[in-house]
Structures are given as structure tokens and as C-alpha cells.
């Protein structure tokens, strides 16, 4: 009995399965829309942080080639490195801090014996 109202589309009993077919398609196009917004959000993530490793490397190279002379601030395209260093007996510790343009930062300290050796290096602070 109930099959011949779908068949005959009688008394709007087409209704339900139209609202169950535009619900469905609206939850999996919502699901799509979340899902491409939470993966551009990870690369805009990704391409930061690999701006920020980028700009605290090139500071360490400045930092080994110019052996320690120069310790202002460092500019570069992507951002700023500021620099602090701390001389210990025998190394010499470096404070670099990376701030891109659009405010995100990122730490690291470079530790540097006498002879401009690098000893140790640690990032994420």
C-alpha cells in the first residue's frame, strides 16, 4: 500500500524522500567544505613554520660565517631573527628568535665552542 503512493505520487509523499535526499547531499557537501578548510589551514601552517626554519637557518650561517661579530638583528624577506648572545667559558650560546611579517615566531638556541664549531642546535624553544 505504502509503495504504490511513492509510484503514484500521491498526497506529496515524494516530500520526505526529497528533503532526505537534500539533507544527505547537504551534510556530505558541508563534510567536504570542513574537510578542504582544515587541510588549507595545515599547509598555510606547514608553509609558516617552513618560512620560520628558513630564517632562523640562514641566521645560524650568518651567525658561523661572520664568527660571531655580528649579533644584531637579522632581516630577510620572510621576517626578522633577533639575535641574543651569551658568552659561557667555553662556547659561546645564541638566542635567535624568527618573527615573520604576519607575526608568527618561532625560537632557537645555537651553541658554539671557541673554535666556531657548532656544538649543539635546538629549535621549537
Request: aromatic content about 12%.
Amino acid at each position: 500500500m505504502w509503495l504504490s503512493i511513492f509510484i503514484k505520487n500521491e498526497r506529496g509523499a515524494i516530500l520526505p524522500l526529497t528533503l532526505l535526499t537534500f539533507l544527505v547531499l547537504g551534510g556530505y557537501f558541508s563534510y567536504q567544505l570542513f574537510h578542504y578548510e582544515r587541510e588549507r589551514l595545515f599547509y598555510e601552517q606547514q608553509l609558516q613554520l617552513l618560512e620560520l626554519e628558513n630564517a632562523l637557518q640562514l641566521a645560524v650561517l650568518d651567525i658561523l660565517a661572520s664568527e660571531g661579530d655580528e649579533t644584531e638583528d637579522k632581516h630577510y624577506p620572510m621576517g626578522t631573527v633577533s639575535i641574543v648572545q651569551q658568552a659561557k667559558e667555553d662556547k659561546s650560546v645564541y638566542e635567535l628568535v624568527a618573527t615573520l611579517k604576519n607575526g608568527a615566531t618561532r625560537k632557537a638556541r645555537l651553541a658554539v665552542n671557541a673554535d666556531w664549531e657548532m656544538v649543539s642546535y635546538e629549535e621549537g624553544l
